[in-house]
Nanobody, 115 residues
């Protein structure tokens, strides 16, 4: 089992920055990949960014150039640095961990961007 706890969300003005953290605990050695997803009210959950255990990262086109994903393996933590935030970035941001035989989700952290 893997437990994920997100933090770092909050209220920020458009153009501002936030850094989200996702701390993993439990059987973290077998995690292959960790991702950030987000879900805005009335919309489907969408992929934001992901990073493999080897450090290969990718981000969605909608946030490319503004968001960066990174990981600290020693701390079992993945970060999402969000710059130049826009009101349309408002959503609950969820962390996801992938193992060979399991998918795990965190509870999410709210990000609200005011115009």
């Amino acid at each position: 089992q893997v437990q994920l706890v997100e933090s770092g969300g909050g209220l920020v003005q458009a153009g501002g920055s936030l850094r989200l953290s996702c701390a993993a605990s439990g059987n973290t050695a077998s995690i292959n990949r960790m991702d950030w997803y987000r879900q805005a009210p009335g919309k489907q959950r969408e992929f934001v960014a992901g990073i493999t255990s080897g450090g290969n990262a990718n981000v969605a086109d909608s946030v490319k150039g503004r968001f960066t994903i990174s990981r600290d393996n020693a701390k079992n933590t993945v970060y999402l640095q969000m710059n130049s935030l826009k009101p349309e970035d408002t959503a609950v941001y969820h962390c996801r961990a992938l193992r060979a035989y399991g998918v795990y989700w965190g509870q999410g952290t709210q990000v609200t961007v005011s115009s």
